[in-house]
């Protein structure tokens, strides 16, 4: 097994390993991570094959908003600085944090959300805090500005933004240095084979800025993973039981082709995606989900495992070129 690698975020000096866990699943209803052991399971696969950095959500969870962060926070009894430890506000809790009238960005807001994560999560600080999506009712200042007080308290470390557009991140730079406060160092939006968009102006502008970008659904819910055909794939799977269109829509020509090129080279798909992931300019961790320990060890496997050249990274990127 290859040993997995550290990159920082961006210009920050927080180091990450280049392969993330996505903990969206955690709770979720009908998969082996809905229950504390089956939890448990995941994170201690993740921390023995060297994965540092964990990115969850107030509203992950399944059917109960902020039972990811509660399974985490017992998970990681005793063992929290071993890890980078993400979260995100900004979505809609449903009335758990308090009415916010729409304003998840706010002073009033950001505060009563911190407060809580950290409750679920068991835990004294944050590593990166994420705004999950722009908030047009607050101006990005004011939620800056409430930011800097919580990493000045010592409750977050660094912050980040998602689903951000090119303009957006752009503001949010001129607002934190107008403004002398921290600057985000991370973007999250989504982006995989199939989903380039943020290549048009996300990547452009978290390059100028120095952000580290993390993509979201970086394997396509699994339809990267190599386990999937024209005739189906694992019967457990989320595109099987939720997500049946993906398999309906996915370009399999295209993917042939794909698995043509892989094969040349005597490495899988899923190797081949991380390594194309890995390689575009400004990408620092690559954050997939896992319900089962074994996915999250090959998944750090393949974050190693290939180091595209620059032709390599070319061709597989012609081959989906449509998607851009």
């Known amino acids: 097994m290859a040993e997995i690698e550290y990159r920082t975020l961006g210009t920050s000096g927080l180091v990450v390993s280049t392969v993330g866990l996505g903990c969206n699943n955690f709770g979720r209803p009908g998969t082996a991570t809905e229950t504390q052991e089956g939890t ?3 994170i201690d696969a993740a921390i023995d094959a060297g994965v540092t950095l964990f990115d969850t959500a107030d509203i992950y969870g399944g059917g109960e908003k902020g039972l990811s962060e509660t399974l985490m926070g017992t998970a990681l009894a005793g063992r929290r600085d071993q890890i980078v430890l993400a979260t995100k506000f900004g979505m809609d809790m449903e009335g758990r944090n308090g009415p916010d009238w729409g304003a998840r960005g706010s002073r009033r807001y950001v505060r009563r959300a911190v407060e809580a994560s950290l409750a679920r999560l068991k835990t004294d600080w944050i590593d990166l805090y994420q705004l999950h999506r722009p908030d047009p009712a607050t101006p990005i200042e004011e939620t800056l500005a409430v930011l800097d007080d919580l990493i000045s308290e010592g409750k977050v470390r660094y912050i980040g933004h998602s689903n951000l557009s090119g303009w957006q991140i752009a503001d949010a730079e001129y607002q934190a240095v107008l403004h002398g406060h921290p600057r985000f160092i991370s973007a999250q939006n989504h982006y995989n084979l199939l989903v380039r968009e943020a290549e048009r102006e996300v990547l452009p502008a978290v390059n100028q800025y120095g952000l580290g970008f ?4 970086p394997l396509q819910n699994g339809l990267f993973t190599g386990k999937f055909s024209r005739a189906g794939g694992p019967a457990d799977s989320r595109i099987m039981q939720q997500r049946k269109h993906i398999l309906d829509d996915a370009p399999w020509d295209l993917i042939d082709e794909y698995q043509a090129f892989a094969d040349a080279r005597g490495i899988t798909m899923l190797q081949a995606t991380f390594g194309w992931l890995l390689a575009q300019p400004g990408l620092t961790s690559v954050i997939a989900g896992a319900t089962k320990p074994e996915q999250i060890v090959a998944n750090a496997e393949a974050a190693s495992a290939w180091h595209p050249s620059p032709d390599e990274v ?11």
């Open 40 to 42: 448990n399971a995941v």
């Open 314 to 324: 070319a061709e597989i990127s012609r081959i989906f070129a449509a998607y851009v």
């Open 214 to 217: 993390l993509p979201y659904f």
